[in-house]
């Protein structure tokens, strides 16, 4: 079973709007990550926070980690139309190579 | 610095066919991992290989499939006699270390359709 769910499953905004997506999850965790997926290309990592981490910032991406919950969330700001694609968050129980991955939300940036 | 490699881009295959599907990973990393994507769906973890050697293969069918990491040469994902449930996207990812809480480099895949 997928450990990681992402909500929404899609989701469209007008260019310049902040997008945000969420994923929970079931058992702890060492780490969770967030990935990107244009499509029909590869995973691109965007960013890990750690289970000791509340919130994490990279660019216009912010992450949130929410332990006691098991939830996460993926916040775009400033959404571009580069920014269309499908995200992933990854949960890594124990530190070691098996992610667990969510289906994805898609996300639709309108020009 | 190129990234992970994978060769071919797509892939059709006849039911019965095998399919190998190939991963180079980025300089300096020796350890190699292979997931699937299903259509509409997250990646499954399927095999996770060092340099000739298979670390985890837990998350691979136990028949058909069969995965390999040579001293030289690219890692190999191979698929005997392929049936129309086996389409999919195949990603291979590589990490340069056992520490794995960097977060992983992805190929851009290899999409399996089998006819």
């Known amino acids: 079973s997928q450990q990681g769910e992402e909500d929404p499953q899609a989701l469209s905004i007008q260019e310049g709007e902040n997008a945000t997506m969420n994923c929970s999850y079931k058992t702890s965790i060492n780490n969770l990550q967030w990935y990107r997926q244009n499509s029909g290309r590869g995973l691109v990592h965007l960013i890990l926070?750690?289970?000791?981490?509340r919130e994490k910032h990279s660019g216009r991406l912010r992450v949130t980690l929410d332990t006691s919950k098991k939830s996460s969330s993926l916040l775009i700001t400033a959404s571009r139309a580069a920014d269309t694609a499908s995200y992933f968050c990854a949960t890594d129980p124990s530190n070691d190579y098996k992610l667990s991955f969510g289906a994805g939300t898609t996300v639709t940036v309108r020009a | 610095n190129a990234g992970v490699m994978q060769n071919p881009r797509h892939l059709v295959r006849r039911r019965g066919q095998e399919a190998r599907l190939r991963c180079s990973p980025m300089k300096g990393h020796s350890h190699v991992y292979w997931y699937r994507q299903l259509p509409e769906e997250g990646l499954k973890f399927m095999v996770y290989l060092q340099k000739e050697n298979i670390i985890d293969e837990s998350g691979m069918p136990k028949e058909r499939f069969s995965a390999e990491f040579p001293k030289e040469g690219p890692s190999i994902l191979r698929i005997q006699q392929v049936v129309r449930g086996d389409s999919a996207a195949y990603f291979c990812?590589?990490?340069?270390?056992?520490?794995?809480?960097?977060?992983?480099?992805f190929g851009s895949g290899t999409r399996l359709t089998v006819v």
């Open positions: 990812a590589s990490s340069p270390a056992v520490d794995h809480s960097y977060g992983y480099t």
């Open positions: 926070i750690r289970s000791n981490e």
